[in-house]
Nanobody, 125 residues
Framework: QVQVAESGGGLVQAGGSLRLSCAAS????????MGWFRQAPGKEREFVAT????????WYADSVKGRFTISKDNAKNTVYLQMNSLKPEDTAVYYC??????????????????WGQGTQVTVSS
């Protein structure tokens, strides 16, 4: 089992920045990739970014490319999401997830096995 827990959400004005953290614990050696997803009220959960746990390859949703950066610190078992130039449409609950299967990291929520409780990000206009 792997446990993941997000932190760092909050309220920020449009154009501002936030950094989210996701700490993994348990059988972290089994992790293949870590991803960030978000879900706004009345909308489906959507992919934001993912990073290979054993490497540095990253993938981003087009809506955040150039504004968000995913990174990790394997020594701390922590993944980060640096969010810059935030927009009101970025408002959502942000979730961290761990994928234990091999292969290329995926943008599909169904590919991820372990999820955190989520952290609220609110961007005011």
């Amino acid at each position: 089992q792997v446990q993941v827990a997000e932190s760092g959400g909050g309220l920020v004005q449009a154009g501002g920045s936030l950094r989210l953290s996701c700490a993994a614990s348990g059988r972290t050696f089994s992790i293949n990739a870590m991803g960030w997803f978000r879900q706004a009220p009345g909308k489906e959960r959507e992919f934001v970014a993912t990073i290979r746990w054993g490497g540095s390859n990253t993938w981003y949703a087009d809506s955040v490319k150039g504004r968000f950066t995913i990174s990790k610190d394997n020594a701390k078992n922590t993944v980060y999401l640096q969010m810059n130039s935030l927009k009101p449409e970025d408002t959502a609950v942000y979730y961290c997830a761990a994928d234990r299967d091999g292969g290329l990291p995926s943008s599909l929520p169904t590919r991820y096995d372990y999820w955190g409780q989520g952290t609220q990000v609110t961007v005011s206009s």
